[in-house]
């Protein structure tokens, strides 16, 4: 196998990880100094753990599917999809069990067979659209679809 | 179908697409760069998924910011699909998305992949966080203003 095409495999397993929300697999995937540089994120193993648990806490179904990928060099980009249902709190939102299902890109950087390096760019705009959608409108929906006839 | 492109040169005509056409309005090279049978996968609401749609797209988006040009931070290249990661950086002088003219500098970063076959652009991709767009010109709805 390449590197980049072993670069790829890690990528995503990673994924596959975040998907069955098996966390205990993170050490051997992400490095200890991950470099997260997503807006407003500090570095570090520990602060990823805790960012991926709370997503899956907030979205248990939470899915990272992948349209793309393509690795070049020590670097691998990844466009995917991100869904989930919102069942329990988000920040200061409370549980609306709105659907989201929105595009973004993740690029990576791979030292050592680890992902040492983060870059992302989600469609922010979609996530903030369908999460603040009103519930309200959603469950008088679901109400009158499960009425028994 | 055989693709005649290699990684470097797939890589330098996306390159080509965002600094000339987009970059600086060459609308002729748009024509050379597309090809006739071009999907864009994220059309922006509104637009078609074709050339035509793109190429309408690249004039709102002069026209709105005259100075529009991006910053490639890098790009990528496997088979016949390059990535590339760019902040746009613009003034607003004309309308955008229904927003009058602020006069202010916005910027915000985009990634794209786009396959090219043949010396030509001939899939596309997109995302771009118009959500810190819109923030900056201070376009979002009341109800979601932070």
């Known amino acids: ?149 | 179908m055989t693709n005649t492109t290699t990684g470097e040169a797939a890589k330098a005509i996306v390159r080509r697409n965002t600094e000339e056409v987009q970059g600086k309005g060459d609308f002729a090279m748009f024509e050379e760069l597309f090809a006739q049978d071009f999907v864009d996968h994220t059309p922006q609401p509104g637009r078609t998924a074709d050339r035509q749609g793109a190429r309408q797209l690249y004039h709102v988006l002069r026209a709105a910011f005259p100075d529009f040009h991006a910053v490639i931070h890098w790009q990528a290249v496997d088979g016949d699909l390059v990535t590339t990661f760019k902040t746009y950086h613009g003034t607003h002088k004309g309308e955008f998305f229904g927003i009058a003219p602020t006069g202010r500098s916005i910027q915000f970063d985009t990634v794209d992949a786009m396959r090219v076959r043949n010396g030509q652009i001939a899939e596309h991709w997109g995302v771009a966080n118009l959500f810190s767009l819109m923030e900056q010109l201070g376009a979002l709805p009341a109800s979601i203003k932070t």
Do not use: C
Not at chain 1, 2 to 23: L, P
Not at chain 1, 95 to 102: H, I, L, M, Y
Not at chain 1, 117 to 143: G, V, Y
């Open chain 1, 1 to 149: 196998m390449s590197d980049s095409e072993a670069n790829k495999a890690i990528v995503r397993r990673y994924f596959e990880m975040f998907n069955s929300g098996d966390m205990n697999q993170l050490a051997d995937i992400v490095s200890e100094d991950y470099g997260d540089k997503l807006e407003g994120q500090s570095s570090g193993i520990a602060v990823i753990r805790s960012y991926l648990e709370g997503l899956k806490a907030s979205f248990p179904d939470f899915t990272w599917t992948i349209e793309q990928i393509i690795g070049e060099g020590d670097r691998v980009a990844v466009m995917n999809r991100v869904s989930g249902t919102q069942l329990n709190d988000f920040g200061d939102i409370k549980a609306t069990g709105n659907r989201v299902d929105f595009a973004a890109f993740q690029f990576y950087r791979i030292a050592d067979g680890k992902l040492a390096e983060h870059w992302e760019i989600a469609d922010f705009a979609k996530f903030q659209e369908q999460l603040t959608a009103k519930p309200a409108a959603t469950a008088f929906k679901s109400f009158q679809s499960n009425l028994k006839t």
